[in-house]
């Protein structure tokens, strides 16, 4: 309380904070306006989104455009094999990355650093680098145009590991000792000791993984073709070119493509905060 | 003694199988997914392959063609230009908005949620989103432009403009991002430098220049290199804008590397294609680090 008022009576109103806080505004609405537009538009008429000099708010809302979309589209398909994918995806990566981070951090075998140097090496390599012939290799096992195709090579993620143990690192030497007198294995001394600590970690890197693959439009568009295995950035990119007259529908379909990764980022502010800067740290 | 000894090896052993258990999924997926294919990748760049006949090895032709190919020439200096188009201009303005940012302001949550919002959100979202903003007839851009006065251009459909319009997405989408990193840099400066210059008659400006960037140097660097190894493998807004058009002129090369692989199925070039793309990034990267050891022995 105490420090709230101290910190209320040094705010003065100079030029140097009205400047600031009107180019914090202008880039505010810079960033804001193409979102507030395909808003908007998404309740408009389509007649009223081709206006001149465009309008902010159409005559009417109209709840129509929302439920058009999937009477023209399989945007409920699109949906639905976006979460099946995400679902697998965050998932996996999380366990895999858990339990190799642990070990890279907490255990030693012949050879560890090595690995775990080749790792880190690899993170810089494009992802192109690996796409075609995993593309090659999907089309070998027959999983091409397949969800597996999305799934399995995104089960493990080099940065995932990475982000893991880095904070494995921190956990004390001796509570993984602890846990080993009273019993535990190394497996069991992970599962019930470090990965409950790794909470905050963990959810940080669900929520990477998450946004990268709901997000994701190249590796779908390299592997599916099939319409009804389409997940939503290809289902909405192959919408606009088959029916890209129909804006306001079309912006209907976009805003609830961006609603589960911006509710996810309202609930977790901070964990996505935290992941952006640990994926600024080098080692 | 020596049975103790000999229990510790025995412990050891038996840690490493289990370290080794609980390895075997991860390693699995990274061998399988990433570290042979990148090594097959480099093998087929050396091979004619168009997945109905088996790859025939022709030695270094496809590299000898990439070197004579002038769409390839032409895709990787749009990739520079893109790449010197966003980098600078994206770093300015993610330091300007964090350096805003990092003081006692209101509502600092909300800008920084707004900044934020194009990051989460997809490209192709914003692609389509952005194709509105630069509609000649009734986009949003050019009806502010023509309030002060300017006849906007045609943007994503004239080739002059095109690459331009697509790196203003790229900076537009990344701006929050980079200043997040901006904004830990400068928290991670501490108070008593600026307490001192002040101390020292230092104005705003000269606090600036003088105490926060040399020691955001750091931060500035990492940025620097993440952010051109992200231009370099743009591909999405171009995709979905413009196709690489009109002509080629925002064509990139993952973009030829994608049509090649995935369009024209000549395999071996695109693989060769990708080994360029690999080889730029490792040359750029390796110049930087190069550069920030030099800049550690200065400090």
């Known amino acids: 309380m105490k420090k709230k008022k101290k910190a209320k009576k040094t705010i003065k109103i100079t030029p140097v904070r009205i400047i600031t806080h009107v180019l914090l505004m202008l880039g505010a609405a810079t960033m804001l306006v193409p979102f507030i ?31 058009e979309i999937s009477g023209r589209f399989n945007y409920f398909h699109y949906f639905l094999n976006s979460i099946k994918v995400s679902l697998w995806v965050v998932i996996f990566q999380v366990f895999t990355s858990a339990t190799a981070g642990y070990v890279f951090a907490k255990m030693n075998f012949p050879g560890r650093d090595k690995i775990f140097t080749l790792y880190l090496a690899t993170m810089m390599v494009p992802f192109h680098v690996t796409v075609i012939t995993n593309f090659l290799q999907m089309s070998n096992y027959g999983l091409v145009n397949t969800l597996w195709s999305l799934m399995l090579p995104a089960t493990v993620s080099t940065f995932g590991t990475f982000l893991m ?61 099939d319409q009804r295995k389409y997940t939503l950035p290809l ?45 600024g740290l080098k080692d | 003694m020596k049975n103790n000894k000999t229990r510790k090896i025995s412990k050891l052993k038996n ?81 300007l908005l964090a350096v805003l940012l990092d003081q006692k302001i209101a509502l600092k949550r909300f ?19 952005w194709q509105w903003i630069y509609n000649p007839e009734y986009g949003i ?79 500035t660097f990492f940025i620097f290199i993440m952010s051109i190894i992200g231009s370099f493998q743009v591909f999405d807004q171009v995709m979905l804008m413009t196709k690489g058009g009109p002509g080629r002129s925002s064509s990139v090369l993952v973009h030829y590397l994608y049509q090649n692989a995935f369009q024209y199925f000549d395999m071996g070039y695109a693989c060769a294609l990708a080994y360029l793309l690999f080889f730029l990034v490792l040359i750029l990267t390796l110049f930087n680090m190069r550069a920030e050891k030099k800049m550690g022995e200065i400090y």
């Open chain 2, 15 to 95: 840690d490493s199988k289990w370290a080794a258990l609980m390895l075997t999924p991860n390693i699995l997926g990274f061998l399988m997914f990433m570290l042979i294919p990148m090594v097959a990748t480099f093998a087929l760049s050396f091979t004619k392959y168009d997945m109905l006949r088996p790859p025939k090895f022709i030695g270094f032709n496809n590299y000898i063609k990439m070197f004579k190919d002038p769409i390839a020439r032409e895709v990787t200096l749009n990739t520079i230009i893109y790449t010197v188009i966003t980098v600078p201009t994206g770093m300015a303005i993610s330091l």
């Open chain 2, 141 to 219: 851009l050019n009806y502010f432009l023509s309030l002060i006065g300017i006849n906007g251009p045609k943007w994503l459909q004239d080739a002059r403009t095109s690459l331009v319009a697509i790196a203003i997405v790229g900076i537009w989408k990344n701006a929050g991002y980079n200043m997040l990193l901006f904004l830990s840099g400068l928290q991670g400066i501490s108070t008593s430098y600026y307490e001192a210059a002040t101390l020292d008659g230092a104005s705003k400006w000269q606090q600036f220049k003088y105490v926060t960037l040399p020691l955001l140097k750091p931060t």
């Open chain 2, 111 to 129: 800008y920084r949620a707004c900044y934020f919002l194009p990051a989460i959100s997809s490209m192709v979202v914003v692609s389509i989103v």
């Open chain 1, 235 to 279: 289902g909405l990119a192959s919408m606009q070119g088959m029916y890209s007259t129909n804006w306001p529908v079309l912006m209907a379909a976009s805003v609830i493509a961006v609603l589960p990764v911006l509710i996810a980022f309202i609930f977790a502010q901070d964990a996505f905060v935290k992941g952006v800067m640990m994926s």
């Open chain 1, 37 to 67: 537009w395909m808003l908007s538009s998404s309740f408009k008429s389509l007649t009223e989104v081709f206006a001149f000099p465009p309008t902010l708010f159409g005559e009417a809302f109209k709840w129509e455009n929302y439920f």
């Open chain 1, 165 to 225: 143990r880095q904070f494995f690192i921190t956990v004390p030497n001796e509570l993984i000792e602890a846990a080993k007198i009273d019993g535990c294995n190394p497996f069991t001394t992970f599962f019930r000791i470090a990965f409950p600590l790794a909470k905050s970690t963990i959810a940080t890197l669900a929520i990477f993984s998450f946004m990268g693959v709901w997000n994701d439009y190249f590796t779908p568009l390299v592997y599916l073709n």
